[in-house]
């Protein structure tokens, strides 16, 4: 028997308070250095003070938290805007007109591994983006043949730049990607799922 999602939209205050669940869906979905969560968390609190900062968070019956999403208007001065416009400019500056002059960052979606292939990221992205106004939506991604760069890929998201690495994760690859908005219509979230490996009756 699948299990009913909602998707719960959170004001920043509701999101800080919030943080330590959503933290807990990071840790499982990203494994991270357990030295590096404290500073993550302490981003994702300064994020919500961010213009146009919206959240969405999937809940099963039961009220639990199984994914979330976030983002915000992307303008000058912050660190992400800044770091790829610049490496961006320098390679496409009409590119950086393009997509970085209305944008919206998605900074967040994570699912709790047990909960993926539900199509959960697909529904938090979407519901996510559906109600901005900005013209284009950017994101950064692991670079390589990831779940997740497929989502973004048959979402409407095209690479801007590949093999990317931010200063202070030198050891990683990232692939910066924008999609316009709206996204592409005629798809709609699945009502419900389950986590793998639980029984099913059909």
Do not use: K
């Amino acid at each position: 028997m699948e299990t009913e999602i909602e998707f719960w939209e959170l004001a920043a205050p509701a999101f800080i308070r919030a943080l330590p669940a959503l933290m807990e869906i990071y840790a499982a979905a990203m494994a991270p250095p357990p030295r590096q969560l404290p500073g993550r968390q302490a981003i994702m609190r300064q994020h919500a003070h961010y213009p146009r900062f919206h959240s969405v968070v999937a809940v099963t019956g039961e009220r639990n938290a199984v994914a979330f999403a976030y983002g915000f208007h992307g303008c000058p001065g912050q660190w992400w805007h800044d770091v790829v416009t610049a490496e961006l400019g320098r390679i496409d500056p009409e590119g950086v007109r393009r997509w970085f002059a209305d944008s919206f960052e998605v900074a967040e979606v994570h699912v709790l591994p047990e909960w993926q292939g539900n199509g959960i990221g697909r529904a938090l992205l979407y519901r996510l983006l559906e109600p901005r106004r900005e013209r284009t939506a950017v994101l950064s991604t692991p670079t390589g043949a990831t779940p997740a760069h497929g989502l973004y890929r048959s979402s409407g998201f095209v690479d801007l730049i590949t093999g990317f690495r931010f200063p202070g994760t030198v050891d990683q690859e990232f692939t910066i990607m924008a999609a316009q908005l709206p996204l592409p219509a005629g798809w709609r979230p699945r009502a419900g799922g389950r986590p793998r490996g639980s029984p099913s009756n059909g």
